[in-house]
């Protein structure tokens, strides 16, 4: 559902009535994604490969045609990029183009669906906070859909008595801070309720919570992602509400098989 959103406004690309080749090999992507890296047919990373590989082929097949036809009925992203190219000082090419197209669709979508993934298994096992419904951050604290962030020292950095030298890569695991009990009470417990009353840090991200990056680099589609989850959680609750009993009532007939 969500690559269906989120493709839509990128590339106007219609999941119904597409067979699905896009959004299967992003997924073969993405299993791979943080996979050790041995390049061999039928291995997880040979195959997310294979995936990127695939993707960039469709985008590229779709970039050709939209050159070549002339659109005026809706805008959508590639529009966009294709009237950015034409112009001669960017230094943008079709390359980077590509690249970036790529980069927003599995930005958009492999985040989100897990943000949704992770809310609703937390709010199964919690009625309380389903009625209430305040789940969003602290469901992403928990879940740390970004594992790791990278970035390199452009200066000496002196931190708790050791230097991090000019130039050295820094992998930042943001689940050091999430999960740490000096900063959250019982920090593994889900516990929306921790936040009620809290103000949104400023700029979306603080040192306690770095679930969309921060500084330069905070995720631009941040707060696309929370609209996203909050419709996605209201029409659940509004019309769903069988389908949560249900589930749980499920759930709690497997536990006692
Ligand atoms: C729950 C959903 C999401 C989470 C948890 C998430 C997380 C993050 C994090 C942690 C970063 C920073 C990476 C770094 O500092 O190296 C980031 C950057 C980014 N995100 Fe997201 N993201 C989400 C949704 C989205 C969506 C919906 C989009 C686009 C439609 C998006 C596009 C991007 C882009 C383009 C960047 C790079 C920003 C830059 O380098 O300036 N993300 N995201």
Known sequence: MIFSVTSKRLISYDSSSSDGKLWKQFDAFTRGLIAFPIYVPGTAFYKCMQGR????????KMLDE??????????DFLDLLLDDLKKEKLLRNEKIALDLLFLLLFAGFETTSSGITAALKFL??????LQE????????????IAPVM???ATEDVHINGYTIPKGSKIMIDPSSVHLDSTV??????FNPWRWKGTVEPVGGASKEFMAFGGEVRLCVGADFAKLQMAIFLHCLVTKYRDLSCNLQQ???RITKV
């Open 53 to 60: 590989k695939n993707v960039m082929k469709i985008l590229t």
């Open 133 to 144: 419904l305040i789940v969003i951050h602290e469901a992403l604290r928990l879940s740390n």
């Open 184 to 189: 959250y009470k019982d920090p593994i417990v």
């Open 124 to 129: 199964t096992d919690d009625p309380k906070a």
């Open 150 to 152: 990278f970035r390199k």
């Open 66 to 75: 939209r050159k070549r036809a002339s659109r005026q009925d809706s805008v």
């Open 250 to 252: 499920h759930r709690r």
